[in-house]
Each structure stands twice: as C-alpha cells, then as structure tokens.
C-alpha cells in the first residue's frame, strides 16, 4: 500500500506562488509515475502535471510555463511549485501515483486547497 500526504496550499493573491509537497510513504518501489489533479468547484478533477521516471513531465497546456512538478527520490517527495497564479488556479489539488501499466492512478493524498484571489 502507499500513503500520499499533501501539504503547502493556502491562499495568495494573483500573481503569486505557493510549492505543494506531497510525501510518499509504504510501497514505493511500485510506484511509476506521480503526478498533481485538481478539482475547482462543481468540475471534474483534472491532471495538472506528471512525472515519470526518469523524469520526463507533462503538463495541462493551462500551466504550461507557470507551475513546475519535480521528485526527489532521496526525500520521497513529490512537489508542485506553482508561478504567476491566477483566480482560475482555484481549487483543491490531489496528489496521485501510478503503478506501472496503470493508466489512471492507483492511489491519492487527501488533497490541500489552493486559493488565488485579492
């Protein structure tokens, strides 16, 4: 089994940035790829950004240039470090791991809020 546990949001007005940290803790050597969701108010969670072993990303193309995922295997930490945040970043953000060969994750953090207002 794997525990993710979040940690890091809060509120910031626009513009600014926050890093989330998602710790990983249990069976880690399944994990493959680990990545962020996030869910806004009365939508679909959606994927935010991945990483894959050995580190290749991707991104929502909605955060592309602004938020970047990172890993370090020696601290089993995941983080999110997220840039020039807009009202539209609203929402709770969910840590999330695969096993190889899965094609959704297998596994989630209990998610952190994240609000971007003035």
């Known amino acids: 089994q794997v525990q993710l546990v979040e940690s890091g949001g809060g509120l910031v007005q626009p513009g600014g940035s926050l890093r989330l940290s998602c710790v990983v803790s249990?069976?880690?050597?399944?994990?493959?790829?680990m990545g962020w969701y996030r869910q806004a108010p009365r939508k679909q969670r959606d994927v935010v950004a991945m990483?894959?072993?050995?580190?290749?990303?991707n991104y929502a193309d909605s955060v592309k240039g602004r938020f970047t995922i990172s890993r370090d295997n020696a601290k089993n930490t995941v983080y999110l470090q997220m840039n020039e945040l807009k009202p539209e970043d609203t929402a709770v953000y969910y840590c999330?791991?695969?096993?190889?060969?899965?094609?959704?994750?297998?596994?989630w953090g209990q998610g952190t809020q994240v609000t971007v207002s003035s």
């Open positions: 999330s791991a695969w096993r190889l060969g899965s094609t959704m994750p297998d596994y």
């Open positions: 249990g069976s880690i050597s399944s994990i493959y790829t």
């Open positions: 990483i894959i072993r050995p580190g290749n990303t």
